[in-house]
Every structure is written in C-alpha cells, then in structure tokens.
C-alpha cells in the first residue's frame, strides 16, 4: 500500500520561500505521476504542479515562475520549492501519485484530481 507523508509547511512572510517534501514508501511504479494540490477550507482542492517519472513537469499558471516540482528517486521522495510566497497561498498542501502510462494520462490526472494515493496535508500560512 502506497503511503504518502508530506512536511515542509509552516508559517512565512510575504515573500518568503518554503520546501515542500512528500516521501513515498510502499511505491511500486515505474511509471508515475506525482502532484501537489491545494485546498483552503469552502474551496475545492486545486492542483499546483506535477511530475511524472520521466521528469516532465506542469504548473498551473499562478505558481509559474515560483514554484519548482522536482524529485528525488533515490529518496522516494517529491519537492515543492515555493518562492516569492504571497497570501493567497495559503492552503492545505497535499501530495498525490498514481500509475500512468504517459505524459497524457499524468495530465489527465490531475486535471481531475483522480489520483489513488493521498498524503495527510501540509499546512502553508503566508502573512502579508
């Protein structure tokens, strides 16, 4: 059973940087796609960035230039590098992975948040 433990999170300036980090164990696949989504409380879950297992990367528009999704197979573990952090970032932080076949199916996925594998959340709080 694939388990997925996100930390990194806390409280930072307008401004500020955080590392994300999700680290996955029981994960079998060879071929994967992992995101990080968001979600404010009343708001549906949002996805942020992804990354499958031939390192192709995706951001949604508002993170471009400031969040980098990177990973690290020899730790099992995905990143999250946010900078220039701003207070409508605030959110719950949670990574997700699932099997994918290709670049298309990883896109598919997030697009509808369908992955089968959930982390916990990681809080992120930016104060202006």
């Known amino acids: 059973q694939v388990q997925l433990v996100e930390s990194g999170g806390g409280s930072v300036q307008a401004g500020g940087s955080l590392r994300l980090s999700c680290a996955a164990s029981?994960?079998?696949?060879?071929?994967?796609?992992m995101g990080w989504f968001r979600q404010v409380p009343g708001r549906e879950r949002e996805a942020v960035a992804s990354?499958?297992?031939?390192?192709?990367?995706t951001y949604v528009d508002f993170v471009k230039g400031r969040f980098t999704i990177s990973q690290d197979n020899t730790k099992n573990t995905v990143y999250l590098v946010m900078t220039n952090l701003k207070p409508e970032d605030t959110a719950m932080y949670y990574c997700?992975?699932?099997?994918?076949?290709?670049?298309?199916?990883?896109?598919?996925?997030?697009?509808?948040?369908?992955?089968?594998?959930w982390g916990q959340g990681t809080q992120v709080t930016v104060s202006s």
């Open positions: 990354i499958d297992s031939d390192g192709s990367t």
């Open positions: 029981g994960f079998t696949y060879s071929s994967y796609c």
């Open positions: 997700a992975v699932d099997r994918t076949n290709s670049a298309f199916e990883c896109y598919d996925l997030v697009q509808r948040a369908a992955f089968g594998a």
